[in-house]
């Protein structure tokens, strides 16, 4: 440790993350900062131009409202999200981002994204808020525009934030290490936007051995935004509500486009369509059984039943779809020679714009998806608070979407702060505000930096970091290499050592906790009290022997706290699904003691506090109100 140089950086609001959230946030917060001169300073544990969870590209925008089309309103947004997320919504976050991400969209247009146009110029929707891109450099033109607004000396790269600085109440900085030279980084700032992204790897993944790594969530979001955040002492809502997106199975390639717009069915070993066949079921998830859209997690559910029931696998019909679509050009030979070829194409580019390993996945199993269809199957849980899950931070909202039931409850001064002063969050790492994608992340980390610089100007010098605290946190963050260097080569196999654990053992053993316990992929989603007290109890004593994890180099020191942030993550999660004694989101995770919907007392947001004064978890229920509901 004694050859690793303390480096302070000064500066007025700090952006932690470099993924699209945060690019939003480094745009508008350079555009406000640059009129009152102050200064932006951004940190990406990785590179920038591909970091993130859309380092590989998207094939689509998955939410463009188009108001100016004058076809949908922000109140039809919000309803599409509230319905989704089975009522648990914050319709004030949902709503201002509605309000801003077409300007988002068209900046991104304009920066240089590719946007499909059809013969008279409109964007190509693959559904009613899904607008298709050619994707594959998506990240690099956003992330250009970020460094272009806030100059490439005030941004640093390969630089890993692990804790945040209070100082007084007030979040003034974070400190964190560099992945590549013997650096600790300790930041100083008035304001913070904390944008990591959200969680991978918390759960057993259903890619092991020779895959393991591959999942449909990037592996490098490990939890550092719950985790800063939590320590900070912010309150987190929604930690229940994980993610499982329907992949095709082992390559994790998307869905969306081919049930949107190449409108196929998927079915089971039987032919039969689960979505036909069951729709009984959703009358069990009333009122949100009923709507339009189906919710993503009824969706899932209803095939998780063919599932249970020996009726797998459940194939995506791509060469049925692509047939159908065909068939309407039946009449003109040279036309539907042409239709086909063209279909052709988009289905490999769906997959070479934002999951290329599909694409291999498919050459190399000879897949040609107008002869065959594809398995598809439901993916280990994740936390990403901006698509179909919610898990994040409770933020703010905006004063002027209040009514006089929320204000109170939802906005307290900063659009997107958290309850910690200075602290503010988007993306992945603000909760109850679902199906934002990349686009509405974007928009949401452009009024979080907004709000930022208008928190910087308004309360002015934060309070400074005393050296003690620094010194403090630069041994524990160093701590596992100091253990390693001790005791390695006391042993045969460095691998094996009573004296310490390598992080992915660690990981290991938390992903089996998780899996077996919390309603991973093994115990098909399933959980109920007993096996969470279980998850907790054995989360207890891997905390207690993360003391142990040691690092032979500055990334293994990564490793280490990525695997200390998901056990964080896996914390949380288990004790919200706790705290919730209902079943409501069934297609991600089912409590077999409380299989039903409570609607008379769990139309509510589960929260969750830690102290950083005690360590103490403390659960907090906290009102469901509406604005937009009719
Ligand atoms: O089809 C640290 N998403 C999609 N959105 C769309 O609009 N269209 C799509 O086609 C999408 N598809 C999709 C999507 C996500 C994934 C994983 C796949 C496919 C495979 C959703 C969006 O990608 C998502 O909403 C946004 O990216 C969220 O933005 P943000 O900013 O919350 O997260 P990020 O972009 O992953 O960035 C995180 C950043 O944090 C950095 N980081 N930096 C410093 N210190 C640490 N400790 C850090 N930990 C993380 C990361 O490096 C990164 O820069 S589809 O399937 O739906
Ligand atoms: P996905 O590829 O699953 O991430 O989906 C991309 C977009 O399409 C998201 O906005 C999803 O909510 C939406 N979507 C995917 N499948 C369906 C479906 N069967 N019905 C309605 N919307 C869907």
């Not at 039809?76 to 089975?86: E, G, K, P, T």
């Not at 100007?457 to 701590?479: F, Q, S, V």
Request: hydrophobic share 40%; proline share 4%; aromatic share 12%.
């Amino acid at each position: 440790m004694a050859n690793f140089e303390t480096v302070k950086v000064e500066t007025d609001v700090l952006i932690i993350g470099g993924g699209m959230s945060a690019c939003g946030a480094a745009v508008e917060a350079a555009y406000w900062a640059k009129k009152n001169g102050l200064k932006v300073t951004m940190i990406d544990k990785a590179a920038m131009d591909r970091s993130g969870a859309v380092a590989m590209g998207l094939s689509a925008i998955n939410q463009y409202v188009d108001l100016k089309g004058g076809k949908n309103t922000i109140k039809d947004y919000v309803d599409y999200v509230r319905n989704d997320l089975m009522g648990i919504t914050r319709e004030d976050l949902v709503a201002n981002i509605a309000r801003h991400v077409d300007s988002t969209v068209h900046l991104f247009e304009k920066w240089g994204l590719p946007i499909w146009k059809d013969e008279d110029g409109n964007y190509v929707h693959e559904g009613r808020w899904q607008v298709m891109i050619n994707g594959e450099s998506y990240k690099v033109i956003v992330a250009e525009a970020a460094k272009n607004a806030i100059g490439l000396d005030n941004i640093y790269e390969r630089v890993f934030i692990v804790e945040p600085i209070v100082v007084d109440g007030r979040c003034v900085g974070a400190a964190g290490f560099s992945t590549r030279e013997n650096k600790f980084y300790v930041f100083h700032a008035k304001a913070v936007y904390a944008g990591m992204g959200g969680a991978v790897h918390v759960f057993k993944p259903r890619s092991t051995g020779e895959g393991l790594g591959r999942a449909w969530y990037p592996p490098w979001n490990t939890g550092s935004s719950l985790y800063f955040s939590a320590r900070a002492g912010a309150e987190q809502t929604c930690q229940e509500v994980r993610f499982i997106p329907v992949r095709f199975k082992d390559g994790y390639g998307p869905v969306g486009a081919w049930f949107l717009l190449f409108k196929s069915r998927a079915t089971n070993a039987m032919g039969g369509e689960y979505m036909v066949e069951r729709r009984d079921e959703l009358e069990n998830w009333a009122p949100y059984g009923k709507v339009k859209p189906i919710p993503a997690n009824l969706r899932n559910w209803l095939g998780m039943l063919d599932i249970m029931e020996g009726k797998g696998p459940i194939f995506m019909r791509t060469e049925e779809a692509m047939q159908k679509i065909a068939d309407a050009y039946k009449d003109d030979e040279k036309g539907y020679k042409k239709k086909k070829k063209e279909l052709e194409n988009e289905a490999w580019e769906d997959f070479l714009d934002m999951t290329i390993s599909q694409a291999l996945l498919w050459a190399a199993s000879n897949v040609q998806p107008e002869e065959r269809s594809s398995e598809i199957a439901a993916a280990e849980p994740y936390f990403i608070g901006s698509h179909s899950g919610a898990s994040g931070a409770w933020v703010s909202g905006p004063e002027d979407i209040q009514n006089a039931d929320t204000k109170d409850e939802y906005f307290w001064g900063y659009a997107q702060m958290s309850t910690v002063e200075g602290l503010f969050h988007a993306g992945d790492a603000s909760g109850a505000s679902s199906h934002k994608f990349s686009s509405g992340s974007h928009a949401e980390g452009r009024i979080a930096g907004k709000s930022a610089v208008k928190y910087a100007m308004d309360k002015g010098d934060a309070p400074a970091i005393p050296d003690a605290l620094i010194e403090e946190m630069k041994t524990a963050l160093l701590a596992p290499l100091d253990l390693f260097e001790q005791k390695a080569n006391t042993t045969s196999d460095n691998d094996i050592n009573p004296e310490y654990m390598r992080p992915k053992m660690f990981m290991f053993r938390l992903q089996k906790i998780m899996d077996e316990y919390a309603g991973g992929v093994s115990a098909q989603f399933t959980t109920n009290k007993a096996s969470l007290e279980r998850a907790l109890e054995l989360l207890e004593m891997l905390k207690e022997d993360s003391k142990l994890l040691a690092a032979e180099d500055l990334h293994e020191l990564m490793r280490v706290w990525e695997n200390i942030q998901r056990m964080w993550q896996a914390e949380v999660h288990v004790r919200t699904m706790l705290f919730r004694e209902e079943t409501r989101w069934p297609g991600y995770y089912f409590r077999a003691d409380t299989p039903t919907m409570d609607e008379t007392n769990w139309l509510a947001f589960a929260n969750a506090k830690w102290d950083p004064a005690t360590g103490e978890w403390e659960m907090i229920k906290r009102p469901v109100k509406y604005i937009f509901k009719d």
